[in-house]
């Protein structure tokens, strides 16, 4: 369900919110920690940047930093950003006058469709940030996860700190 643009543009918005940087953050350094490539990872902060969840800050100590606050960034803007806007592609119970009855898969796919959107959008990312990876019998980051990244449990615990 998810492209792997909207799994990295995820992770940059973590690493991010974690690390509350005091200066923007050079896409350089972000793509180092993400262990991406810094071309994909410019393309993925640029839309990001064009859905206003992230500014960008020219200059020598230019980067990136959190455009809103992150209780304020949804999962489903996220991959709205990323992916385009989730389309059910199905006949609409609201067009009933012009179709008639729309069949029962579509009518089901309309529903799916309306929940999908309405747990995407109760998600932020500040709820990510508060378990950003797995938890296993006491140990965290004990599996592989997709959110994970170089030094993720170190920022994690130091946010905690704070």
Same mark, same amino acid.
């Given at each position: 369900?998810?492209?792997?643009?909207?799994e990295?543009?995820?992770?940059?918005?973590?690493?991010?919110?974690?690390?509350?940087p005091?200066?923007?953050?050079?896409?350089?350094?972000?793509?180092?920690?993400?262990?991406?490539?810094?071309?994909? @990872?410019?393309?993925?902060?640029?839309?990001?940047?064009?859905?206003?969840? #992230?500014?960008?800050? %020219? =200059?020598? *100590? +230019?980067? &990136?930093?959190?455009?809103?606050?992150?209780?304020?960034?949804?999962?489903?803007?996220?991959?709205?950003a990323?992916?385009?806007?989730?389309?059910?592609?199905?006949?609409?119970?609201?067009?009933?006058?012009?179709i008639?009855?729309?069949?029962r898969?579509?009518?089901?796919?309309?529903?799916?469709?309306?929940?999908?959107?309405?747990? @995407?959008?109760?998600?932020?990312?500040?709820?990510?940030?508060?378990?950003? #990876?797995?938890?296993? %019998? =006491?140990? *965290? +980051?004990? &599996?592989?996860?997709?959110?994970?990244?170089?030094?993720?449990?170190?920022?994690?615990?130091?946010?905690?700190?704070?």
């Amino acid at each position: 369900m998810l492209t792997g643009t909207t799994e990295l543009a995820l992770r940059a918005l973590i690493y991010l919110g974690l690390s509350e940087p005091k200066e923007p953050t050079p896409p350089k350094r972000l793509a180092e920690t993400l262990g991406c490539s810094p071309t994909y @990872l410019g393309k993925t902060l640029g839309l990001l940047v064009k859905a206003d969840l #992230l500014t960008s800050v %020219r =200059g020598a *100590r +230019g980067g &990136v930093v959190l455009a809103r606050d992150p209780k304020t960034i949804t999962l489903l803007a996220v991959i709205e950003a990323c992916q385009g806007t989730l389309v059910g592609d199905f006949c609409r119970p609201d067009k009933v006058k012009e179709i008639g009855i729309p069949c029962r898969f579509h009518e089901v796919m309309s529903t799916l469709h309306g929940q999908v959107v309405k747990v @995407l959008s109760a998600c932020t990312l500040a709820e990510l940030l508060e378990c950003p #990876l797995p938890v296993m %019998r =006491g140990k *965290r +980051g004990a &599996v592989a996860c997709k959110m994970k990244f170089e030094g993720a449990e170190a920022l994690f615990n130091a946010a905690r700190a704070r």
